[in-house]
């Protein structure tokens, strides 16, 4: 079984600041089978990167993600006000798994 | 437009039994895989359970294993979870998400909002 965990569990940034989040993995994920989800209170988790880099339909390109094995990262090259959320890390190989989560909010 | 529309959730005491349904529409649902997805209450996702395209494949969690059961009918576009033997650690809401990729390996590019399933006696 692959755990995931997740830094910093808080991100506290300004509008405008450049985001990066860390995902590791126990073991390595194979293929890249990598995913990130924002969710903000309420709402249902967004996909925004599948195989650990590419974006999903409709995701701006602020969003990108990058690694391979069992370091991953998800950059917002400069946030918006709408960005401030809760992130989670997936790795869907056999046994699907997410990460604790980072909880991205307004410095 | 994709949707997802789960129901069902409902207040259930230990050792009881329920069934949830999602109503998918806006898409060929026969052509996806599709899962349960929960999360408790203040906390993060857990994946629940997985199944293929027609409903011959399943896959569970080892939390929910032997209790739960996930299927679906094509005809009905629709997926369910009987959750029998309910914990008080199964409340949770309960998301179902469209499945993306080749079975078993999924990530999830539609959510529905959620049925709320609370286990308290």
């Known amino acids: 079984e692959i755990v995931l965990t997740q830094s910093p569990g808080t991100l506290s940034l300004s509008p405008g600041e450049r985001a990066t989040l860390s995902c590791r993995a126990s073991?390595?994920?194979?293929?890249?089978?990598l995913a990130w989800y924002q969710q903000k209170p309420g709402q249902a988790p967004r996909l925004l990167i599948y195989g650990a880099s590419s974006r999903a339909t409709g995701i701006p390109d602020r969003f990108s993600g990058s690694g391979s094995g069992t370091d991953f990262t998800l950059t917002i090259s400069r946030l918006e006000p709408e960005d401030f959320a809760v992130y989670y890390c997936?790795?869907?190989?056999?046994?699907?798994?997410f990460g604790p989560g980072t909880k991205v909010d307004i410095k | 437009e994709v949707q997802l529309v789960e129901s069902g959730g409902t207040v259930v005491r230990p050792g009881g039994s329920l069934r949830l349904s999602c109503a998918a529409s806006g898409f060929t649902f026969d052509d996806y895989g599709m899962s349960w997805v929960r999360q408790a209450p203040g906390k993060g996702l857990e994946w629940v359970s997985n199944?293929?395209?027609?409903?011959?494949?399943?896959d569970y969690a080892d939390s929910v294993k032997g209790r739960f059961t996930i299927s679906r009918d094509n005809a009905k576009n629709s997926l369910y979870l009987q959750m029998n033997s309910l914990r008080a650690e199964d409340t949770a809401l309960y998301h179902c998400?469209?499945?993306?990729?080749?079975?078993?390996?999924?990530?999830?590019?539609?959510w529905g909002q959620g049925t709320l399933v609370t286990v308290s006696s």
């Open positions: 199944i293929n395209w027609n409903g011959g494949s399943t």
């Open positions: 998400a469209r499945g993306r990729g080749s079975y078993p390996v999924y990530y999830f590019d539609y």
């Open positions: 997936q790795q869907y190989g056999r046994s699907p798994a």
């Open positions: 073991q390595s994920v194979s293929s890249s089978y």
